[in-house]
Each structure stands twice: as C-alpha cells, then as structure tokens.
C-alpha cells in the first residue's frame, strides 16, 4: 500500500497541515521540524501524489515546448534551455513537435490546456495563432519562442534573422564570391522570410542588384532538402559560386552532394549556414555558420513564462531579440 501523508506525519509526530507545509511552503516551518519531516518522507519512501495536487490547485507543475521539428538539433538544443530553467524552478517541460503543421499545433494546444500546465513556449507554424489568444483568455501564460510577438499582451524571445542574413552575405562578397545563391526553406516561414531580407539588405549595400540573388526554396528545412537543392544547383546552367543555407541541416545536405559529385568546397563553391550545430563543426569540411544563442532561447522563455505564472499582476511583457554571430570555418573561405 502506497505511503501517504497522514503516515509520514505520524512517524514525525507532527501534524498532516505540518507535512503538508513542508512539500509546499517550506519557508514557513521552523528548522528542525521540516528536518523531521524530511527525514520521516526518506525513511517511509514517500511521493508526493502530483495528480491529487493538481486537482486542487488546477494547475500543473509543468509548461509546455512546442516546436516545429524535435529532430532539428538547434530545437534540440532550444529545449534543454528551457528545461534548464523550468527544473531550477521545480517544473517539467512537455515536449510537442507541430511538425509544420497548424493542424497538429492546435490539438497540442489543446492538450496542453486540459493538462493544467503553467504557460506554453511556441514557435508559431506561422504568425501566433487564433488558439494562442484562447489559452491566453483562459489564463494560460504564452511565450512565442523564435519568432517576435506583434501584439503586447505576449512576450516573446527571438533572434534578429534579418541581420544574421545579412552578416552571411557581407562575408561572402568580402570574400570575393559574386554568383550567389540562397537555399531556403517556405517562405510562409518568417525566420526564412528574415533571412532572405537580410541577404538582399546586404546586397543593397553592396551597390548590387537584389534581383540578383537566385533563390532555391525547398519544402521543408532538412538534410533530404538540402540534398535536393544541391543537385538543382549542380543541374542550373550557371552555377553559383556561393550559396547561404537558411539553417545547417540543409547546408549539411548541399555539403553533401558537392562530395559526392566532386565539387571543391569552398574552391569551387563555398557554404554557408544558420543555427551553428554541433554537426556544423564536425561536417567533412567545417561549416561555417550564423550561429543563434539556442540554448539561452530556450532559457530566457521559460524565465519569461514561469516569471509571468508567478506573478501575473506586477509582470511586465518583454520582447527579447539577440543578436546573432557569424562563425567562420572551411566551407566559406578562398584558399588566397
């Protein structure tokens, strides 16, 4: 038979409100006694019924993560920051993947709601949708992660994707490379939107045509696509001398394709990424990369949500934006 709370009290000879205190307001219970306590729910190997707890405050000690691909390692790397900060707090985080889709995204939604949970950090399939504003209505905390909140009853955490577009194409012109390409993913996608708009801001500036850019959009932001768009670059009768890759997993599949196929990178055509992956340094030839604070995304969102569930009258909404950073590797520089 499961221990309960009335045992544990009676084997540290103080009252359930006393034990109970101690699981939930520590702060109030004079030293020794929670020591007792403690020792007492260590010795008769106690758990706390999370689910009775839940009943009776209507909230869970949880907040919920929904990404569009828990395969991509920068979400990856996006959840442990927020884990991170959810586990200082006492929470857990519920991973969701919308997998591009608004369909799926709205029913996690709606999960997440009928579990209780504190707040959702989302990264949007495309703006912040109608189901947000619903889970806001019933007093659910929401971050949008990745993705800068128009409206100013939601914080958001992003990162400044038109100026990491930017930073890509200034190193490749100063580089020397002059036949660009860019590889994205759907431009209904508003970090790939950014992004190209930074590369043409780059151009501009340059004194070049925008229009000159050649843009191979792909259906989706993985190493199959950027396979894909690698042997569209192969079979184009003018081949870049350059291309920037809206994310790494599909710079890693172009990468992948000019070795096959025989193509010196960066001799004959230089790479350049987004995000900054693990695999980005360790690819055949080093990636270089705009590389995003992933984990402090992550991090700071959940800051952001618990902080709001915590103290929803005195919160203020903020909308944070980092600055991305270029890493230079192999795959982008002229051998001089």
């Keep these: 038979m499961p221990v309960s709370i009335k045992d544990v009290a009676a084997r540290a000879g103080v009252s359930v409100g006393t034990v109970s205190n101690v699981l ?10 929670r020591h007792k306590v403690l020792a007492a729910i260590e010795a008769l190997g106690f758990v706390r019924n999370e689910s009775a707890r839940q009943l009776r ?4 000690r949880a907040i919920g993560l929904i990404v569009p691909d828990v395969s991509n390692p920068f979400f990856t790397d996006v959840a442990r920051g927020a884990e991170d900060a959810a586990s200082d707090a006492g929470h857990v985080v519920i991973l969701c993947n919308s997998d ?4 799926r995204q709205d029913r996690h939604l709606q999960l997440l709601a009928e579990q209780r ?5 989302i990264t949007p399939v495309e703006s912040a949708p109608e189901p947000v504003r619903r889970l806001r209505e019933r007093g659910v905390s929401v971050v949008l992660l990745d993705q800068h909140a128009d409206v100013e009853d939601t914080c958001s955490v992003s990162v400044d994707h038109r100026h990491g577009g930017t930073l890509a194409i200034n190193h490749l012109l100063a580089e020397g490379h002059r036949e660009l390409a860019m590889i994205t993913g759907p431009l209904s996608i508003a970090q790939c939107r950014q992004r190209l708009d930074g590369a043409r801001d780059a151009l501009v500036a340059a004194g070049r045509d925008p229009e000159g850019l050649r843009v191979i959009e ?16 192969l079979a184009g009768t003018r081949r870049p001398d350059a291309v920037f890759c809206a994310n790494d997993l599909l710079a890693l599949g172009v ?7 025989g193509v010196r990178v960066p001799g004959e055509l230089a790479i350049v990424g987004y995000d900054d992956i693990d695999f980005a340094a360790a690819a055949a030839v080093p990636l270089t990369s705009v590389r995003q ?9 959940a800051e952001l949500v618990l902080g709001e569930t915590q103290s929803p009258q005195e919160h203020v909404h903020h909308h944070v934006v980092f600055s991305p950073e270029l890493v230079v590797r192999e795959s982008s520089r002229r051998f001089r």
């Design 255 to 261: 990468l992948q394709v000019m070795v096959r196929a």
């Design 218 to 233: 792909v259906t989706a932001m993985n190493v199959v696509s950027g396979r894909n768009a690698g042997e569209r670059v």
């Design 293 to 301: 604070p992933s984990r402090l995304l992550g991090r700071r969102a």
């Design 24 to 33: 939930n307001r520590p702060d109030v219970v004079a030293d020794d006694t």
């Design 117 to 121: 949970v504190h707040g959702v950090l």
């Design 57 to 60: 405050t209507g909230t869970a």
């Design 100 to 103: 591009e889709s608004e369909q």
